[in-house]
């Protein structure tokens, strides 16, 4: 266990299905990420927050919407999914500037729209 | 915008050999960090070593290293006397700055088996 969990760690549902996938820290740290991995693609930044602001929104369709209540949890929220949007998605955090960089990451949530 | 490359889709070694695996990129940046994380089947992405741009020696972590050539904008991981706990997809990652919300770029990964 890195510090970062990630719940459930697999998920199936369907395209008319609302669903939401959990990030928890308790690293003390300000930054909160969510990550898109595909087969075959490199890891897809798809939301950044600081400070439980979100800082970038990298073009993720609006089926796709983020939450962060706090700078420990951050959720993702799903509904009408499409089957392209099977994939890993990784939930990172790392600390404030001057404190080092470099990401933690939980174990993903393997998501299948079926 | 930042890319990075690396160009070997899947590599394997023998248990005990060196492994280089490589990694290439692309920024305008002069000071930035790179690292090598490692993802095993279990999922987790590992940090496995980090190099800080500004730093001319390359970055050591006991049977991990690097040849960071700023130049050439390369930055290849090697693995010494391979282990089968190595096997698992390796990514090679760039960041502009240190920390904060500063973005993660990542390469599209190689999948590195050991065999026995």
């Known amino acids: 266990e890195t510090g970062v969990t990630q719940t459930p760690r697999h998920l199936v549902m369907g395209m008319t299905n609302k669903k939401s996938l959990k990030c928890e820290q308790h690293l003390g740290h300000n930054a909160m990420y969510w990550y898109k991995q595909s087969a075959k693609k490199p890891l897809e930044l798809m939301f950044v927050y600081n400070f439980k602001e979100q800082t970038e929104n990298n073009s993720v369709p609006s089926r796709f919407s983020p939450e962060c209540p706090n700078s420990s949890h951050l959720f993702l929220h799903l509904h009408t999914l499409q089957p392209e949007d099977s994939a890993l998605y990784l939930c990172?955090?790392?600390?404030?500037?001057?404190?080092?960089?470099?990401?933690?990451f939980g174990s993903g949530t393997r998501l299948t729209v079926v | 915008a930042q890319t990075v490359t690396q160009s070997q889709p899947e590599m394997s070694v023998q248990e005990a050999e060196t492994v280089t695996l490589s990694c290439t990129y692309d920024?305008?940046?002069?000071?930035?960090?790179l690292f090598w994380y490692k993802q095993p089947p279990s999922r987790q992405m590992i940090l496995v070593i980090r190099?800080?741009?500004?730093?001319?020696q390359n970055a050591t972590e006991n049977r991990f290293s690097v040849n960071f050539q700023k130049a050439a904008k390369s930055f290849s991981l090697k693995i010494s006397d391979s282990q089968l706990g190595d096997t698992a997809m390796y990514f090679c990652?760039?960041?502009?700055?240190?920390?904060?919300?500063?973005?993660?770029?990542f390469g599209k990964g190689t999948k590195l088996t050991v065999n026995p």
């Open positions: 190099q800080e741009a500004y730093k001319q």
């Open positions: 990172a955090s790392s600390p404030k500037r001057g404190q080092g960089p470099g990401y933690t």
């Open positions: 990652a760039f960041m502009k700055s240190q920390g904060g919300s500063e973005k993660l770029v």
């Open positions: 920024t305008s940046e002069s000071n930035y960090y």
